[in-house]
């Protein structure tokens, strides 16, 4: 279970990546777009110059390129995490309630106003 010490420091949807995301998402679609011209040379002219340099060099292009994909993406989320333990373990010990934990407090109270509300009261003769 999350508690609201981990919620407060885990970056939130708004956040900027860090460098390392935003240069996964190019070095995927260089990897995308050469997939595509892998697929594309099978319906071209086999004599044309970059149909040639593909059929030639496509596979360690593509095997370069998948490794560096999955480095960006491990590498990426290695220094995240790294970055939020550091922001956990600067934090006070006893940190500020988080807006999670309030608004789990505010839903119990409301259920046990909701609770009380539907108890019979025992009535006056």
């Given at each position: ?5 981990q ?6 949807p ?11 998402v ?49 590498l990426?989320?290695t ?24 608004a789990?407090?505010e ?16 009535q006056?003769?």
């Amino acid at each position: 279970m999350i508690s609201s010490f981990q919620v407060d420091a885990m970056r939130g949807p708004g956040s900027k990546p860090s460098l390392l995301f935003q240069l996964v998402v190019p070095a995927t679609a260089i990897f995308a777009v050469t997939v595509l011209s892998m697929i594309a040379i099978i319906f071209s002219d086999p004599r044309a110059p970059v149909a040639q340099w593909l059929d030639k060099h496509g596979n360690t292009l593509l095997a370069a390129e998948f490794v560096l994909v999955i480095a960006l993406s491990l590498l990426a989320m290695t220094v995240d995490r790294i970055q939020i333990l550091r922001q956990m373990r600067s934090l006070t010990s006893d940190p500020p309630e988080s807006a999670v934990a309030q608004a789990a407090n505010e839903a119990s109270n409301d259920h046990k106003k909701i609770a009380e509300a539907q108890t019979p009261s025992p009535q006056r003769r």
